[in-house]
């Protein structure tokens, strides 16, 4: 079986809620957090895949198209990729933010259903994200956890940014 990196978009990958922007709704908007692509190489290095997993209620509150937001993925995954970074898949939940969706984070259904995709074995994955909601997907699938932020007692780490996570995560990898 494979390993992967699960990624929250949104405060983990790229700025929301900056002065720079305040949601990311057209590919101009995406804006990437310092080291991010470089922490992605890194990753890719020791993990068969790095996945994106993001809840976008924004499409279901309509305030933008599902196509819009698939623009904006395709721009992230593109511009990732011209710095050596790979993105190997990502999926998100359009659903409005109380829907009630099994797909929706807290939920663990858009981890599991790349899970069984590609073949992947939780235990020896990680989710990071950056609100509790990600954790709990995380920990819903059975993955190992990484909070960036300040503090979140219910992750396995917690981090400032993505790229100080990197050295931690290839590190407990190991240790499996």
């Known amino acids: 079986m494979k390993s992967a990196v699960f990624l929250d978009r949104d405060g983990v990958i790229n700025e929301v809620l900056t002065e720079r922007v305040k949601f990311v709704n057209k590919p101009k908007d995406l804006y990437f957090l310092p080291g991010v692509p470089e922490a992605i190489r ?8 790095i996945f994106v997993v993001t809840n976008q209620g924004g499409v ?17 995954v593109n511009e990732l990729k011209k710095q050596g970074a790979i993105i190997h898949d990502v999926v998100y939940c359009p659903h409005k933010p109380k829907a009630g969706c099994a797909c929706r984070k807290p939920g663990s259904k858009m981890i599991e259903d790349l899970a ?40 396995d780490a917690t981090f400032p940014n993505l790229l100080t996570a990197v050295d931690w995560i290839i590190k407990d990898s190991k240790l499996n």
């Open 60 to 76: 279901g509150l309509g305030f933008m198209r599902e196509i819009q937001l698939q623009k904006v993925h395709e721009h992230m």
């Open 42 to 49: 890194k990753l890719n290095e020791h993990f068969d895949y």
């Open 116 to 155: 069984e995709k590609y073949n992947v074995d939780l235990p020896k994955s990680y989710m990071v994200g950056d609100t509790d909601t990600d954790i709990l997907a995380g920990k819903n699938a059975g993955t190992k956890t990484v909070f960036i932020g300040d503090e979140e007692p219910l992750a």
